[in-house]
C-alpha cells in the first residue's frame, strides 16, 4: 500500500503554512518565558544560569532544554539582539515573534521525522490506520492551541517521546530508545510521569531474557547503564560539579505550588472540588461543617490555592501515593507481556494516573495522554471507543487557555475539524474487535459528546450573554468537570480493555 | 454487552485503477465512471481529498468549509490597510466610518456627508450593508461608531468584529454561490463530485480574495459573490435570476460593470438566438428594471421623507440651491422646490459619487495599459479629454471581440470565458483602474477550473499563471502595510496545493505541440522575471532619480502578462464557442445537443 495520501509531509506543509498565519496570534507569558530564557542562556555564564532571576519566569527546565535554548539564541542574536539581553522584560518587536514562533514550527520537524518512522515501521496490514493515526497528531489541535498560539516547544518535546517509543518497536533499537528518554527527561522532567512504564519495559524487555526472568542480559544492563548516566551526567554534570544541583532541584520541583492548577486540570480532584462546591450548599443540611474562609477561595475559582471547604484537605503525599498506585498496577501486565503495543498502553496508563491524580497538574498535561494514546487507538474498535472520548474531553480542556476573542473561532473550528475529521476517519479505519465490547460504552459516549456541543455554546456564548462578566468561575468549572467525567470515563474503560486484551 | 456490533462494516475502497496518473482529468472526461480514479494524485490538493473519493460530497463540504474559513481567519489576525496610519487610514476606516455614517445619519445625508473624509462612493446596496453591520455592531459597542468621535478607532475588539464581518457576509453569499456554481458547471460538464470538490477548494483557496478581503480589509467577496451567483442562474436557465443578481452586483459595487457588457451581450443573445424570444426579452428587462428600482427605494423614499420633515440634503449649504453634482448645465431646469427635487438631487449626488468621471486616467501605479504606457511616453503632457476618450475607444474595442462571440453563441459553460475577456479588457484598458480590480478578471477565470478539463494541466497552468502574476502585482500594496508574510504564505501554499510554480513544474511537461510549448516559455519567463523582481525589491535599493522603478517594473511586467492572460481567455472563448470552426466536428453536435 504504497498510496497513502495525503502524505505527512504534505500535511507538514499545509499546516506550517496555517502556523505561519498564526505568528501575530495571542501568545501568552510562556512567550516572554521563552524570551527570558534566550536572553539568560546567552548573555549569562553557565554557572548562573539556575540562580538568575531578574525576570519572575526563571529558568524552571532541566539542563538541556537551557542548552537547546542556548543553541537557539546564537541564532536570535543574528535576527534581533535586543530580545537577548535579559533586563529587556516583555520585549516583543516583531522579528523577535517571529523568529520564536519559526523556531517552535522548525523544531516540530522532529515530530514530523517520528511521525514518518512510525507509519514506516507499521506493520503492512495497519499501514492505513497508522498513517491516519500519525497524521492525527500532526494536525493536533492540542498541539495547535498550546504551540503555535499559546506558545511552547510541545512539538519537538513530544516528537522526542514518539521518536523513543517508536524505536522501542524493534529489539534493534530499544537500547536507542532508551537513551532517548533519558535524553527527553533532561529536556523536560514532565516526561517523568512516563518514566515507570520505561523503566519496567526496558527492564523486562532488554535487560532480562525473553523466556525467563532470572536470565539477566548483563551486558544490555549495563550497556543502558552506562548510556543512560552519561546522558544525565551531559546535563546535570556542570551544575553537580559547582554543586548547585539543590538550588537546580528547587527550580525544578517548585513543591509550593497547590494542589490544583489556576484553572482546574480535568482530573480528579477536579471532580472532588466540583463535589466540594455542591456540598457546601448542601452541607448545612446534613450537619457538615463548612470551612467559611474555603467558601471565598473556591468561588473566585482562578487562586493557586484551593482548598475545600466541606471535603477533607489532599495532601501532596495523598496523590503521589495515588498516581504511583495507578501506575504500578498497569505495569504489572506490562512485565508480564512486554510487547509494544502493551508498553505503548502502560505509558498511556502512566499518563493518565499522573494527570488524573497528580499535584498541580497542568490542563496541557493531558498530551501525555492523548499523545501516546493515539499510537493505539486505531488497534481496533475498542481502543476507538475508549479513544473517542478522551479526544473530545482533553481537546475541550484547553479551551480556556485561549480566552481573546480573536482567537476563538480558531480553537473552536480547528478542533471541531479535527474532531470530525479524524472521529470519522478513524471509524472508517479501526477493524472490529476479537473480542466484544463492554459495557453500553458506544451510547454513552455518543452522549458524552454529543453534550460537547451545548457546553461549549453556553460558556463561550451563553454565559456571557446571561451574566455578564459576573461568575467567572462558573463556566470553567463546566467545562473541567465536563472534561474530567471524560477522561476519567476514558481511563477507566481503558483499563478494561488493557487487562482484557 | 455481548452481541454483533452495530457498526457497519468497514467500507471497501473501490478502485478501478486504470493505470492512469491525474485524477482531474480522468475524472473529468469520463463522467460514467465517476469517483474511483487514477492511481496517483496529481498535485496536493488533489492527494488531500484523495481520501475523500468514495466518500459523500456532504461529509467533505462542511470540512472544506471549516478549512477555507480558518485560513481566512487565521490570515485576519494580520494588520488591516491603514493599521496605525493617521489621518486618513485606509480601507477598513472606509468601511467603518460608512457604517458609521449610515447608522448616525438621515438616509438623505449618507451621499452628501463630509466627502473629504471617506464619503461614501459605492451604490447603494454598500450603504444597506453598511447600515446593517453598523446597526449589529452597535448594539455590541456603541463607541464604535459613534458620529465623528469613532474616526480612526483602533480597538482591537472592533478589529475581530469587523473581520467578522467579512467572513459572515462571504459566508452568507460568496461561499454558497461558488459552491452552487461548481456543483452545476460541473454537472453541466459531465465532471465527477469528487472533482468537482477539488476544483471547490481550489476556487475558495485563491489567494487575491483572501489577502483582499481578509488581510487588507475589504468585502469583493459580496460583489464577486452576486456575479456567481448571475452566472449560476444562468447555468440554470433562470434568467430573470440573474438579471435580480447582477443588479445587485452593480449596486453593490460599481466594479461590477466590468461584467455588464458580456452579461448584456449574453442575455441579448439568448433572447435572440437560436429564435427570437420576445417574452424573454421582456420579462429580462422587466426584471431588470424593477430590481433596479428597489435597489433604490430605500434611499429615494428617505429623501423624500427627509425633505418632508425638513431635513434637507446639502444642511451645509445656504442661500441658493447648488447646482446638480452632475449635468450641471441643465440644473437650471429643474425646479428646487418641487416635491421630486430631493429624489433628482439624491440620484444625481449617487450618479456623481459612484462614477468619479472627473478624476484622471489613473490614480496610483496598476499594471494595467496606461500605467505600462506611461513609462515610454508620458501621458501627462496630453489633454485628459483626449485620454479618456482614447481609453473609451481601446476599451470597446478590447470587449467587442468576447460580447460579439457570446451574443452570437450564447452558450451557458462559456459565460465565464467571456466575464473574464470582458474584465480583462476593462482592467487593462480603462480609466481610474485600482490595483485591487485584477479580483474581477481573476473570479470568472479561476472558476473555470470547475469546468471540464477544469483541472488538466494547461488550464491549471494558465489560471494559476493568471492568480499568481494577479497577487505579484498587489505586493506593493501589501507591502505597504507590512503583509509580505500572509502574501508569501497565501499565494505560496495555492500555488503549491495546485502543484504550480515556483513549487512545482510539473504542469508543463505536457505534449509536445507548439501551444504548450509556447505556454511553457511564457510562463516560465513571467515567473522568472517575478522570481528576481522579488529578490532585486528586496535586496536592491532603487536608484536616487528612480525611487519608483520596482513598482514601475512590477507595473510593466504585470500589464503584460494580465495582457497575455486576455489573449488567452479571448482564444479560448472563440475556441470553446466554435463561432471560429476550429473544434472537430465531433464536439460541434455535442454542442448542439447541449443547447
Known sequence: MADLYPSIAQCAIVAGAFKVLLFPAYRSTDFEVHRNWLAITNSLPLREWYYEKTSEWTLDYPPFFAYFEWGMSQLAKLVDPAMLRVYNLEYDSWQSIYFQRATVIATELVLVYALHLFVKSAPSALKGPSHAAALSVLLSPGLLIIDHIHFQYNGFMYGLLMLSMILARQKSTIFLSGILFAVLLCFKHIYLYLAPAYFVFLLRAYCLG???????????????????????????????????????????????????HAYWAPNVWALYSFTDRILIHVAPRLGLVVNKDAVNSVTRGLVGDTSFAVLPEITARLTFVLTLFFQVVPLIKLFLDPTWDTFIGAVTLCGYASFL????????????????????????????????????????????????????????????????????????????????????????????????????????????????????????????????????????????????? | MVGPSPHKARRKVKRTGNGSETAGEVASSAPGTARATGNRPAYPLAAFLWPARNVSQWEILPLILMTVGLFRWAAGLWGYSGFQNPPMHGDYEAQRHW???????????????????????????????????????????????????????????????????????????????????????????????????????????????????????????????????????????????????????????????????????????????????????????????????????????????DAHRGVYARRDLFGPFAPLPISNQYSYLVNHKAWYYPLIQDIAQVIHRVFPFARGLFEDKVANFWCALNVVVKLRKYP?????????????????????????????????????????????????????????????????????????????????????????????????????????????????????????FSVYKQDGSWASLATTAIHTSFYLLMGAWHLAEAFLAPPRTKPDLWVVINVGVGAVGFGICYLWCLWSLIVESGVADLSPKSEKSRFKKSQ
Open chain 1, 210 to 260: 525473553s523466556k525467563s526472568i532470572f536470565d539477566i542480559k548483563f551486558e544490555n544492563a549495563l550497556g543502558l547503564g552506562t548510556g543512560v548516566i552519561t546522558v544525565f551526567a551531559a546535563a546535570f554534570g556542570p551544575f553537580a560539579f559547582w554543586k548547585q544541583v539543590p538550588q537546580l532541584l528547587s527550580r525544578l520541583f517548585p513543591f509550593s505550588r497547590g494542589l490544583c
Open chain 2, 384 to 504: 485628459s479629454e483626449l485620454l479618456q476618450q482614447a481609453s473609451l475607444l481601446l476599451t470597446l474595442a478590447a470587449i467587442s471581440p468576447p460580447c460579439l462571440v457570446i451574443f452570437l453563441k450564447p452558450r451557458k459553460k462559456i459565460l465565464p470565458l467571456a466575464l473574464s475577456t470582458t474584465a480583462w479588457a476593462f482592467f487593462l484598458f480603462s480609466f481610474q483602474v485600482h490595483e485591487k480590480s485584477v479580483l474581477l478578471p481573476l473570479m470568472p477565470m479561476t472558476v473555470l477550473m470547475a469546468g471540464k478539463h477544469g483541472l488538466s494541466k494547461s488550464t491549471r497552468a494558465w489560471v494559476g499563471f493568471a492568480n499568481l502574476i494577479g497577487v505579484w502585482t498587489m505586493f506593493p500594496l501589501l507591502e505597504r502595510v507590512d503583509l509580505r508574510i500572509p502574501y508569501w504564505t497565501l499565494s505560496l501554499l495555492w500555488a503549491y496545493l495546485l502543484g504550480l510554480p515556483p513549487t512545482s
Open chain 2, 99 to 305: 457604517m458609521e455614517l449610515t447608522t448616525q445619519l438621515p438616509i438623505s445625508q449618507w451621499y452628501f456627508h463630509d466627502l473629504e473624509y471617506w464619503g461614501l462612493d459605492y451604490p447603494p446596496l454598500t450603504a444597506y450593508h453598511s447600515w446593517l453591520l453598523g446597526k449589529i455592531g452597535g448594539i455590541i459597542n456603541p463607541a464604535w461608531f459613534t458620529l465623528f468621535t469613532s474616526r480612526g478607532l483602533e480597538d482591537p475588539s472592533l478589529k475581530v468584529f469587523m473581520r467578522a464581518t467579512v467572513i459572515v457576509s462571504e459566508y452568507l453569499i460568496y461561499i454558497p454561490a461558488a459552491v452552487i456554481f461548481v456543483r452545476r458547471l460541473s454537472k453541466l460538464q459531465g465532471v465527477n463530485t469528487w472533482t468537482a470538490s477539488v476544483a471547490l477548494v481550489a476556487i475558495l483557496m485563491q489567494p487575491g480574495t483572501i489577502l483582499i478581503d481578509h488581510v487588507h480589509f475589504q468585502y469583493n467577496t459580496v460583489m464577486l459573490g452576486l456575479v456567481l451567483a448571475t452566472m449560476s442562474s444562468v447555468l440554470a436557465g433562470r434568467f430573470m435570476w440573474s438579471c435580480v443578481f447582477f443588479v445587485l452586483a452593480l449596486g453593490f459595487k460599481q466594479m461590477a460593470l466590468y461584467y455588464a457588457p458580456a452579461i448584456f451581450a449574453y442575455l441579448l443573445g439568448v433572447c435572440i438566438f437560436p429564435r427570437v424570444n420576445i417574452t424573454r426579452f421582456l420579462g429580462i428587462a422587466f426584471f431588470t428594471a424593477v430590481s433596479f428600482a428597489i435597489l433604490f427605494l430605500p434611499i429615494l423614499l428617505g429623501a423624500l421623507y
Open chain 1, 357 to 501: 491524580f497528580g499535584w498541580h497538574v497542568h490542563e496541557k498535561a493531558i498530551l501525555l495522554v492523548i499523545i501516546p494514546f493515539s499510537l493505539i487507538a486505531l488497534k481496533d474498535r475498542r481502543y476507538l471507543g475508549v479513544f473517542r472520548p478522551l479526544a473530545v474531553a482533553g481537546h475541550v480542556s484547553l479551551f480556556p487557555l485561549l480566552f481573546t476573542a480573536a482567537e476563538f473561532p480558531i480553537k473552536v473550528i480547528y478542533t471541531i475539524f479535527w474532531l470530525v475529521l479524524f472521529l470519522l476517519a478513524f471509524d472508517r479505519l479501526a477493524p472490529a474487535s476479537k473480542r466484544s465490547r463492554i459495557f453500553l460504552l458506544d451510547r454513552f459516549s455518543f452522549l458524552y459528546i454529543a453534550v460537547s456541543i451545548p457546553l461549549i455554546l453556553y460558556t463561550s456564548l451563553l454565559h456571557g450573554m446571561i451574566f455578564g462578566k459576573k461568575l467567572e468561575f462558573l463556566p470553567l468549572m463546566f467545562t473541567s468537570s465536563y472534561s474530567a467525567v471524560g477522561v476519567v470515563g476514558s481511563w477507566l474503560s481503558f483499563l478494561v480493555v488493557y487487562f482484557t486484551s
